[in-house]
């Protein structure tokens, strides 16, 4: 049985004859697979770039706006946006120009520019936190924030939310499985017992929360203020501020990542939901798609930073090492990007377009989910909607994965991709930049519909 409703062999039959589709459809791009194949590993220069729903992976040639065009000619709405990367858009004008500008004056140096106190006075103004630095990944402000969380409370345990995604952080690569913390499936090439230094516990569980916080051990709580990568999963009312709450109790400190959750609001949820965190972690759109991360913290925070420096140097007699910092973090392009993208492209006026759209989406979402007689649901966060395989929205990351019905995902993509739509991968995200438009919306919907009475057409099709 699949929580979909749906019978696994006639998404097979669907799904088989979408690829014959796309190989029919795509001879460049399955012949540039064939030829990546014999110099990059698994035919790609990044192995996760393999994993889409395509039989080969489709080549892009160039993508401006809300669309990308293929390499054999094929114009598409892009509804997954680099998977937030490119939440405004690519390329952007205003990011095209500050890399022309910045191409003739230098791309990296280690040292800053005026560029870089503009950024750390906008991102202040914009986020409620005083000081800031800056990374080349959102991964990176993460790894460096949970040092600094360790070295100010002197524990070494971090907290997180089951499914949770923060990139590929060591620390949160956990589960939760029958109570316990577990290492998450699938790593390639863990040496050492994550479970150790990490507790994974589910999202909306206060009692969980406080139980684990209640040990003493917790540096930090490192969260999303929604789930967003293993399907979307909303806080329950009161739950984030319950969060504060309890890490303040406890003495651990609160880190919110919002980097996917921006799309909410011009100052993310952290600013529209008052959350109060110590620290404040973003990358991905930040830079208008230039390679960037950024963390930002409380005052109390760059005290007690400043103070964990001190006794570090005191402990090497001065001569120390961070273990924060890579030679490109904060590099000249970057920043002067990141100017750019603050001041003329993630603005106000963004959002305003965005935001709508995006209720638009969702509600056209359920109006398909209804017509077709599914037990689906559709959750939405900002400018981001997602339509899920089950009855109700999930409230944990549990809930969200027993949902999972891979194949299916994976065929309803293919065919939106075979008919010039493309959507996030791995999960049934949408997101709505500046650029995109009521009829990209309702095109997708329409091609969805499609799609559903075709598959739902094949005999004993609904389980």
Not at 94 to 111: D, F, H, K, V, W
Not at 277 to 299: E, H, N, Y
Request: glycine share 10%.
């Amino acid at each position: 049985m699949t929580a979909s409703g749906i019978r696994p062999s006639a998404v097979e039959t669907f799904a088989a004859r979408e690829r014959a589709r796309f190989r029919e459809r795509n001879p460049q791009s399955v012949a540039l697979a064939e030829r990546a194949r014999h110099s990059l590993f698994g035919g790609v220069p990044m192995h996760w770039m393999a994993d889409w729903s395509t039989p080969v992976p489709l080549f892009v040639e160039r993508a401006r706006g809300a669309r990308f065009h293929d390499v054999d000619g094929h114009d598409y709405i892009d509804f997954c946006l680099g998977d937030t990367g490119s939440m405004f858009g690519h390329s952007p004008e205003p990011i095209a120009r500050a890399i022309a500008e910045q191409a003739g004056n230098g791309l990296t140096s280690m040292l800053p520019g005026e560029d870089a106190v503009v950024c750390g006075e906008l991102l202040a103004a914009r986020f409620g936190l005083p000081f800031w630095q800056v990374t080349a990944t959102a991964t990176d402000a993460n790894r460096y924030v949970l040092r600094w969380a360790r070295a100010i409370t002197g524990r070494k345990t971090l907290l997180v939310f089951d499914g949770c995604y923060h990139g590929s952080v060591d620390d949160v690569m956990v589960r939760q499985r029958g109570g316990q913390t577990v290492p998450r499936s699938g790593l390639i090439g863990q040496a050492y017992d994550l479970t150790q230094y990490s507790r994974a516990i589910p999202f909306n569980d206060v009692e969980a929360l406080e139980a684990a916080l209640a040990q003493g051990e917790v540096c930090a709580l490192l969260c999303e203020p929604a789930m967003t990568n293993i399907g979307m999963v909303l806080p329950e009312p009161g739950f984030l501020q319950q969060c504060r709450e309890l890490t303040k109790k406890y003495g651990s400190l609160l880190i919110i990542d919002e980097t996917h959750t921006i799309s909410t609001d011009i100052g993310g949820c952290t600013r529209l939901w008052n959350l109060e965190p110590d620290f404040f972690v973003l990358g991905k759109p930040i830079a208008g798609g230039v390679p960037c991360g950024v963390f930002g913290c409380s005052a109390a925070m760059a005290e007690a930073m400043q103070q964990a420096r001190q006794r570090a140097n005191q402990d090497s007699h001065g001569h120390g090492h961070s273990g924060m910092g890579t030679t490109l973090s904060a590099n000249a392009l970057a920043m002067h990007c990141m100017r750019a993208n603050l001041e003329q492209v993630m603005t106000p006026a963004a959002y305003a377009h965005m935001l709508p759209l995006a209720a638009r989406l969702a509600e056209g979402l359920r109006r398909l989910i209804g017509k077709h007689g599914l037990k689906w649901s559709v959750s939405e966060l900002g400018a981001r909607s997602e339509f899920q395989f089950c009855a109700a929205p999930p409230k944990s990351g549990a809930e969200a994965e027993a949902a999972f019905h891979d194949e299916l995902q994976m065929a309803l993509h293919l065919y939106l991709i075979n008919r010039g739509i493309l959507i996030t991968p791995f999960h049934n995200m949408c997101l709505c930049c500046p650029d995109t438009s009521a009829e990209d919306v309702d095109r997708l919907i329409a091609t969805l519909d499609q799609a559903l009475d075709e598959l739902l057409a094949i005999p004993g099709a609904r389980l």
